[in-house]
């Protein structure tokens, strides 16, 4: 039972209202919500969630709010556990275990409410009222009686509870007499502690009132001298300050602001001073007192008898009155309405500037087509400006933006939209401006003197002295010093600008960066732009990384190298990795724009650095997508084996994310470089399949399964651009036309692509093009061959008999290779279309597996049989459409390959690999059936045993139904044919069918079945069909219904133990016992009532140790132990009834019993001295 303190309880009656409200978390600690430690994960040892609690209560070390506990004895009586005929309510057993004087078994009942989230006004105000324990002190309880019926409860420490508890006061050998003076000095105790409290509550109020009044009206007087604070004050702000740490989560903290105040306890408000309320939180008095009342604009005059700054701070928590209320409404109305109009004028002044601008966007565009003339006057207006000469002028130029961005220079704002003759009025009078004299003002007819003028306008109150007073007093005349003032001022803007806002000035930095005509403010500014936002989000950085871009259109390729690529290598190790994030994808934004050399030497190295350094994933991630980004624009042929590289490394990334990248975007990038240097099919695949080649060499005992995923997969993207290079070097491509009617291609016709880059109709070019070359493609291999067409005759003659011998060599116990490369030709058949796989590919497999009748004794013919080529050619080429016919082959072929096997006495791996990869699609269910009914009527008894072994891997995962309706009459048509050898074949089937199934009707037709093998008198001296039940029992127990396994398994191992004892050839006796070893120890890991450990459990573990004795001490050293911890349970199972159901290792002290009690098995191999000490209790 969790450790829950319960006298924890609030005196607030709001928190006793809230209470029931709350769910008691029992893995918390009830002083400082810490949490407690959680159970091990599926410990098998652990009581189930539905037990009843111990009877014994735990210590646990908690004070008390009051600063008062109760030293109870901790034994409670378990009189609630029984079940009662009526419903009684939890109040009237509370009220009678009170009246009784049963405290112990009321204070658990108490705290077992608590637990389960209720709580009960009487038990509640009976333990939190510390009168009804001021009693005379009772007689020590003997050992075993905690508390007797009606007698006196002892008296209880001052400020321990039930966590303090020293048991070993009430010892038979303790001292009486002791323990009497204990608690008179513990009442004595408590005495003193409430005279402390009356005299800290008379200290409070006398500093309350002390302090001299004439100093607090000196410090009232002049508000900037602050008073000092007061002691009371501080342990005030103290205790609120600890108690908004614990509640936001700040322990830490909380623990190092305690350690600093040691003098003060946080636990108790009256530690602060008792005569004072308790104020309330810290962010109530924030949001009630801190924040300020906004002001209104329209103001209405009312009449008040005090300011509101002058109230005290308490006062304002006051509920206010209803009518501040309505006015406050109202004028927040007033104050909406006030923002919608002005809301309403923005917006007509925002469109009406919009008309404006699309009129001067018409009116530049006429003036970009204007006669010669025109222009030449123009660019001569201009060349005669020295300051605008080192600019673009979008009046000489035509725009390189489309007409996205503006230039506003010299372009005021005419009412109407103007024509090219006043634009042209409208650049010449900016020109005029500029040259024109200063400005002329009327001087007054007065007899001032310039000093006295001077000193008369020095009380205008005006700073120039400052740098933002200079730049204020000082009006930039041009672009340049517009753009001049802009370097000098961004800095100092951007650090005074919130983080979430400050996106917005990212154009005016970049419009700064672009046109500054000094190097070294420009590259001040980019810096300012990458440490805009200390850690950018997904939208920021996608902010800066347009901005980026579109710096990079307008400076070209020259400043990109020169400006922003620094700034990326200064953030490639900064310690965000959001920071580094940017750069990754900076440098694939900016590939487009940088020069040649560049892409292919210093941010391949970048990205290179980073894929190798980096420990985000989601900056590896990046850094793969602009590698790929990179290959699409690298056109360094000598660049191609970095790229190999890069790839490999990637692919090897622990990172799924990282790899799901390199599949998306790296690889198709790289594939159709490839493509293009012609070394896709020359250098890129044999590559891939070299590696798969030599791993497999290296690793004929123990593959590397991992290397050979990363290679398979690799090859498994290059599939589409493999496909497309046949498309595009086909005798038809020029043949191909667009126009006229073409079919839509299917939605089937290709796998889904993992990205849009490995669709073929994207590596093409378009849908159209795709279609119109799918149908010359199908034409062609159906009616025309593939003469002269070396791409596919390249794929048909080279790459198709490389794979085929490659899955030969693959172990085909290993499930992962056989689906990986199941997989693969699934896809590849897939892409490459059905004309292809069945003129092209099943041609080639059918050759080799050679399923003719008369190959069947041929060593030959059955040595392939046995490699992982029958299940990848069954679940990878025969799966790839299924249509009728193609169903039929598969179970032809399936058929064809059991009956060879079986007659051939071949191992059975290669069949049951393809059951296994079939059987977990459950589309396939229906056809393996199919498949196994051919084998249950075949005429061959092996054939049929070995249909039966195969109903085993088939039934996991598929429905009830289909069990019931077609798997377990097979079984039972099995079971009746005349040979033993076919029936014990079908015992792990039905063993599976426990396991699985639920339905009762078919679970005690099976029960019946193996009834019938193990009680009639035909099998009692079939030793294999007994070693197979004990095989299968052991297997399925722990997992198989309770009932079936305390009413079947159980009994049955219990009589097949016993009557191995009587055996008399010693082969048979051991293999038995190793077999009932095996499934004893599977099942002492389950619960198992106390009627079958008495009755077969532990009989069933003596007998095995007899037998033990003799065949093997080694294990029966475990045996003894485990009989022994049986016995220990069994004996104590009166004092274990609230535990329910119990494990048989359940005692096994340490971290994971299961794992240990495993594990020391394991350790068979070790001395007979070293096993004795397997079961030992820790010290």
Same mark, same amino acid.
């Given at each position: 039972m969790a450790s829950v303190n319960p006298f924890n309880l609030s005196d607030s009656e709001e928190e006793a209202e809230r209470r029931p409200n709350e769910t008691v978390d029992t893995a918390r600690s009830p002083r400082h919500g810490a949490p407690g430690p959680p159970p091990p994960p599926g410990n098998p040892f652990s009581p189930p969630a539905d037990a009843e609690p111990p009877t014994l209560l735990l210590s646990s070390n908690r004070t008390s709010p009051s600063g008062e506990g109760i030293s109870l004895s901790a034994a409670a009586s378990s009189a609630m556990a029984g079940s009662a005929e009526t419903r009684v309510s939890v109040d009237v057993i509370a009220a009678q275990l009170l009246r009784d004087q049963y405290i112990l078994t009321a204070l658990e009942l108490h705290t077992e409410l608590l637990e389960g989230g209720r709580e009960l006004p009487r038990l509640r105000d009976y333990f939190s009222n510390p009168g009804n324990f001021e009693r005379q002190s009772g007689t020590p309880p003997a050992k075993d009686q905690v508390l007797g019926p009606g007698g006196p409860l002892n008296r209880a420490n001052s400020i321990s509870t039930l966590d303090s508890l020293d048991f070993a006061r009430?010892?038979?050998? &303790?001292?009486?007499?002791?323990?009497?003076?204990?608690?008179?000095?513990?009442?004595?105790?408590?005495?003193?502690?409430?005279?402390?409290?009356?005299?800290?509550?008379?200290?409070?109020?006398?500093?309350?009132?002390?302090?001299?009044?004439?100093?607090?009206?000196?410090?009232?007087?002049?508000?900037?001298?602050?008073?000092?604070?007061?002691?009371?004050?501080?342990?005030?702000?103290?205790?609120?300050?600890?108690?908004?740490?614990?509640?936001?989560?700040?322990?830490?903290?909380?623990?190092?602001?305690?350690?600093?105040?040691?003098?003060?306890?946080?636990?108790?408000?009256?530690?602060?001073?008792?005569?004072?309320?308790?104020?309330?939180?810290? @962010?109530?008095?924030?949001?009630?007192?801190?924040?300020?009342?906004?002001?209104?604009?329209?103001?209405?005059?009312?009449?008040?008898?005090?300011?509101?700054?002058?109230?005290?701070?308490?006062?304002?928590?006051?509920?206010?009155?209803?009518?501040?209320?309505?006015?406050?409404?109202?004028?927040?109305?007033?104050?909406?309405?006030?923002?919608?109009?002005?809301?309403?004028?923005?917006?007509?002044?925002?469109?009406?500037?919009?008309?404006?601008?699309?009129?001067?966007?018409?009116?530049?565009?006429?003036?970009?087509s204007s006669p010669p003339p025109t222009t030449l006057d123009l660019s001569s207006q201009n060349t005669s400006n020295p300051c605008s000469s080192s600019t673009t002028d979008p009046l000489s130029v035509p725009p390189t933006d489309n007409g996205k961005y503006l230039d506003i220079r010299g372009v005021a704002e005419p009412e109407s939209a103007p024509d090219p003759a006043s634009t042209q009025k409208t650049s010449q009078s900016h020109n005029e401006l500029k040259s024109r004299p200063a400005v002329q003002f009327d001087k007054p007819n007065r007899k001032l003197s310039p000093a006295f003028q001077q000193a008369l306008l020095s009380f205008c109150r005006m700073c120039?002295?400052?740098?933002?007073?200079?730049?204020?007093?000082?009006?930039?005349?041009?672009?340049?010093?517009?753009?001049?003032?802009?370097?000098?001022?961004?800095?100092?803007?951007?650090?005074?600008?919130?983080?979430?806002?400050?996106?917005? @000035?990212?154009?005016?930095?970049?419009?700064?960066?672009?046109?500054?005509?000094?190097?070294?403010?420009?590259?001040?500014?980019?810096?300012?732009?990458?440490?805009?936002?200390?850690?950018?989000?997904?939208?920021?950085?996608?902010?800066?990384?347009?901005?980026?871009?579109?710096?990079?259109?307008?400076?070209?390729?020259?400043?990109?190298?020169?400006?922003?690529?620094?700034?990326?290598?200064?953030?490639?190790?900064?310690?965000?990795?959001?920071?580094?994030?940017?750069?990754?994808?900076?440098?694939?934004?900016?590939?487009?724009?940088?020069?040649?050399?560049?892409?292919?030497?210093l941010v391949l190295s970048i990205l290179q650095q980073m894929l190798t350094e980096d420990k985000a994933d989601m900056v590896r991630e990046a850094v793969v997508k602009s590698l790929g980004i990179i290959m699409g624009f690298i056109d360094d042929a000598d660049k191609y084996s970095q790229g190999f590289e890069l790839m490999l490394m990637s692919l090897g990334d622990p990172s799924e994310r990282v790899v799901s990248a390199v599949h998306q975007v790296f690889i198709p990038a790289f594939a159709a470089w490839t493509t293009e240097l012609g070394t896709l099919q020359s250098a890129l695949i044999p590559s891939l399949l070299a590696r798969i080649e030599k791993l497999l060499m290296q690793g004929e005992h123990s593959l590397d399964e991992h290397k050979l995923h990363v290679f398979l997969s690799a090859l498994q993207s290059l599939i589409?651009?493999?496909?497309?290079?046949?498309?595009?070097?086909?005798?038809?491509?020029?043949?191909?036309?667009?126009?006229?009617?073409?079919?839509?291609?299917?939605?089937?016709?290709?796998?889904?692509?993992?990205? $849009?880059?490995?669709?073929?109709?994207?590596?093409?070019?378009?849908?159209?093009?795709?279609?119109?070359? @799918?149908? @010359?493609?199908?034409?062609?291999?159906?009616?025309?061959?593939?003469?002269?067409?070396?791409?596919?005759?390249?794929?048909?003659?080279?790459?198709?008999?490389?794979?085929?011998?490659?899955? &030969?060599?693959?172990?085909?116990?290993?499930?992962?290779?056989?689906?990986?490369?199941?997989?693969?030709?699934?896809?590849?058949?897939?892409?490459?279309?059905?004309?292809?796989t069945n003129t092209k590919v099943k041609p080639q497999f059918q050759e080799i597996l050679r399923l003719s009748e008369e190959d069947v004794d041929a060593s030959v013919g059955n040595g392939i049989l046995t490699k992982a080529t029958v299940p990848i050619y069954a679940t990878g080429v025969l799966t790839c459409y299924n249509q009728d016919e193609d169903r039929k082959l598969l179970v032809g072929f399936l058929e064809d390959v059991m009956t060879t096997l079986s007659l051939s006495h071949a191992p059975l791996d290669s069949l049951k690999a393809s059951f296994v990869e079939l059987g977990a699609n459950p589309v396939y269910h229906e056809l393996l059936l199919t498949v196994l009914w051919y084998g249950v009527v075949h005429t061959s008894a092996l054939v049929r045993c070995t249909a039966a072994r195969m109903f085993e891997l088939v039934l996991r995962g598929m429905s009830e139904a289909l069990v019931d309706r077609r798997a377990a009459p097979a079984l039972i048509t099995l079971c009746s044919g005349p040979e033993f050898s076919v029936r014990i074949s079908t015992i792990p089937a039905f063993g599976t069918i426990m396991e699985t199934v639920t339905q009762k009707e078919?679970?005690?037709?099976?029960?019946?079945?193996?009834?019938?093998?193990?009680?009639? $008198?035909?099998?009692?001296?079939?030793?294999?069909?007994?070693?197979?039940?004990?095989?299968?029992? &052991?297997?399925?127990? $722990?997992?198989?219904?309770?009932?079936?396994?305390?009413?079947?398994?159980?009994p049955h191992l219990h009589k097949l133990a016993l009557g191995n004892n009587s055996q008399s050839v010693e082969s048979k006796r051991i293999d038995i016992a190793m077999q009932l070893f095996e499934a004893y120890s599977a099942l002492s890991c389950c619960f198992i009532s106390e009627d079958v450990m008495i009755n077969h459990f532990l009989p069933g573990l003596r007998c095995l140790r007899t037998d033990m004795e003799q065949l093997s001490p080694e294990h029966e050293v475990i045996l003894s132990s485990m009989v022994k911890e049986c016995e220990i349970k069994v004996e104590n199972r009166g004092m274990a009834d609230a535990q329910g159901s119990m494990s048989i290792a359940s005692s096994l002290v340490g971290e994971d019993a299961k794992t240990k009690f495993l594990s020391k098995m394991g350790q068979l191999t070790t001395s007979g001295a070293m096993l004795a000490n397997v079961f030992q209790r820790k010290k």
């Open positions: 009430y010892s038979d050998d &303790g001292n009486r007499e002791s323990d009497e003076r204990v608690a008179v000095l513990e009442f004595e105790l408590r005495k003193a502690r409430d005279t402390i409290q009356a005299l800290r509550a008379n200290l409070t109020q006398a500093a309350e009132s002390e302090g001299p009044s004439q100093e607090r009206k000196n410090f009232k007087s002049s508000p900037e001298i602050q008073e000092p604070i007061r002691p009371l004050e501080k342990r005030a702000l103290n205790f609120l300050v600890n108690e908004y740490l614990l509640k936001n989560e700040c322990k830490l903290s909380s623990i190092t602001f305690s350690d600093e105040n040691d003098d003060q306890d946080f636990e108790l408000w009256d530690d602060v001073g008792l005569n004072i309320p308790k104020p309330p939180d810290l @962010l109530h008095l924030y949001r009630n007192c801190g924040t300020p009342l906004s002001s209104p604009r329209s103001m209405a005059d009312v009449s008040v008898g005090m300011d509101l700054g002058d109230l005290p701070g308490n006062c304002i928590t006051q509920d206010p009155p209803k009518k501040p209320d309505l006015s406050q409404q109202n004028e927040v109305v007033q104050e909406l309405e006030y923002q919608i109009s002005l809301l309403d004028n923005e917006k007509q002044s925002l469109a009406e500037q919009i008309k404006k601008l699309q009129s001067e966007i018409q009116t530049l565009k006429r003036t970009v120039s002295d400052s740098r933002l007073g200079a730049e204020v007093s000082r009006i930039a005349d041009s672009e340049e010093s517009v753009m001049l003032m802009l370097g000098r001022c961004l800095p100092h803007i951007v650090p005074n600008v919130l983080l979430a806002k400050r996106e917005e @000035l990212i154009p005016l930095i970049l419009c700064t960066a672009c046109l500054h005509p000094e190097p070294k403010e420009r590259d001040q500014l980019l810096h300012i732009l990458f440490n805009l936002i200390k850690r950018p989000d997904d939208e920021q950085r996608q902010m800066i990384l347009t901005g980026c871009v579109a710096f990079a259109r307008h400076v070209g390729p020259t400043r990109v190298e020169a400006e922003l690529l620094p700034q990326c290598w200064e953030q490639i190790n900064h310690k965000y990795p959001e920071r580094r994030l940017l750069v990754a994808e900076s440098c694939g934004a900016l590939a487009p724009y940088l020069p040649k050399e560049i892409r292919s030497s589409p651009p493999l496909f497309a290079v046949v498309l595009q070097n086909a005798p038809f491509t020029s043949r191909a036309k667009l126009h006229g009617d073409i079919p839509a291609i299917e939605v089937t016709r290709f796998p889904r692509p993992a990205s $849009p880059l490995q669709d073929v109709a994207t590596i093409i070019g378009s849908r159209e093009t795709l279609s119109a070359l @799918l149908l @010359l493609y199908d034409h062609q291999l159906e009616h025309e061959g593939t003469t002269g067409w070396e791409s596919l005759l390249w794929v048909v003659n080279q790459l198709l008999p490389l794979l085929i011998d490659i899955v &030969g060599r693959i172990n085909v116990s290993s499930s992962t290779c056989v689906h990986e490369f199941s997989r693969f030709f699934w896809r590849l058949c897939r892409t490459f279309g059905k004309i292809f078919l679970l005690e037709r099976v029960k019946m079945q193996l009834a019938s093998f193990l009680e009639d $008198p035909q099998y009692q001296d079939q030793h294999s069909l007994h070693m197979e039940i004990i095989r299968t029992f &052991g297997r399925v127990g $722990p997992n198989a219904e309770p009932r079936f396994r305390d009413d079947f398994v159980l």
